[in-house]
């Protein structure tokens, strides 16, 4: 068990679980007929709850996700797994409908409206066990309260409700200006963009992923892995003095890890080749600049590569046409 537990908490340091959350989606987008299989959903959910049920047999373990205010992140994650598979599965049966060409099959009941009785019957079942759920959830959880504040009492680790712990795990990758200010706003403007970016018609009002496969695609990248999986970093695996601890270590209060990041140019000129920093900044900077360069101008380019590797789909016909000259006609005379 302990080789067990030596292994999870390896894999849940950032570095190497934000590279199998990226692997893991583009295995789903990729093979997504074999991802949204039933063998595929419920096995997810029979291990979440092996590992939930077995791994809360660990104490430390054990404190963590019986806290109050962890329990709805533990089922958020159920969630999360469930609705993911759920809709890619029913999009998967779709585009099989459609390349058949029987269309999706929520057109087929567009012209109707199940209200009396179905629609009674479901609002009233879920009414009865929402709540059940909340009497049961108030007995058997007391509720997170605190005493009153105190400037001379500060909680370690000091987290901030669970929607917002995303913004507080990225203070530790960058800068506070970038991480509360510059990100938050290019994720509202990107949010706003998408209506006059994306004008894709399709997929409204039905299950797909063959027809709009670019956004699907960046939607659950960005809401799965740069979104839900630092709540549930910053929730789990953030312990005292925000230093990182895998799901069954131990949270010692006096763990001391430099958190502080270290640049580029450190790695290289001087733990790499063992040298002190030049004293010219575009000389010191040339590996980050060389970096941001091919970020900015060869990355775009080699994603579109793989996008119509795996997606059958590129760049927009119409953007790339405006950057393609068009072809010379010239006129051909009778002899």
Not at 122 to 145: F, G, N, R
Not at 250 to 260: P, R, V
Not at 292 to 315: S, T
Request: proline share 7%; net charge neutral.
């Amino acid at each position: 068990m302990d080789f067990i537990k030596g292994i999870f908490n390896a894999i849940a340091d950032p570095r190497l679980y934000f590279i199998l959350m990226v692997v893991a989606l583009v295995l789903m987008v990729w093979k997504r007929e074999v991802f949204a299989s039933k063998a595929v959903g419920y096995g997810l959910l029979i291990f979440l709850t092996l590992f939930f049920a077995l791994g809360g047999l660990d104490p430390n373990f054990q404190l963590i996700i019986t806290k109050p205010d962890n329990v709805p992140i533990v089922g958020l994650i159920f969630l999360l797994v469930f609705f993911t598979w759920y809709s890619m599965r029913e999009a998967v049966l779709n585009d099989q409908r459609i390349a058949k060409g029987e269309g999706p099959i929520e057109k087929q009941e567009s012209d109707r409206v199940w209200v009396w009785p179905d629609l009674v019957y479901t609002e009233l079942i879920s009414l009865i066990l929402c709540t059940v759920l909340l009497i049961v959830w108030s007995i058997l959880l007391k509720a997170p309260l605190e005493q009153p504040a105190n400037r001379a009492v500060t909680p370690n680790p000091s987290k901030a409700p669970w929607y917002f712990l995303g913004l507080q795990e990225m203070l530790v990758y960058f800068d506070p200006w970038l991480a509360g200010v510059v990100l938050p706003s290019l994720i509202i403007v990107g949010l706003i963009a998408i209506p006059y970016i994306d004008k894709n018609p399709k997929g409204n009002g039905y299950y797909t992923f063959a027809e709009r496969k670019v956004e699907i695609t960046m939607f659950l990248f960005g809401f799965v892995i740069l979104w839900s999986s630092l709540i549930v970093l910053g929730t789990f695996l953030r312990g005292p003095n925000w230093n990182f601890f895998g799901p069954f270590d131990y949270w010692d209060i006096h763990k001391l890890e430099a958190l502080t990041n270290v640049n580029l140019s450190e790695y290289i000129w001087v733990r790499a080749l063992g040298t002190g920093l030049p004293g010219a900044w575009y000389l010191r900077e040339l590996f980050g600049i060389v970096l941001v360069v091919i970020y900015v101008f060869a990355l775009p380019v080699l994603l579109n590569g793989m996008l119509i590797h795996m997606l059958g789909v590129g760049l927009p016909a119409a953007w790339v046409a405006s950057r393609v000259p068009a072809p010379q006609v010239g006129t051909v005379r009778a002899a």
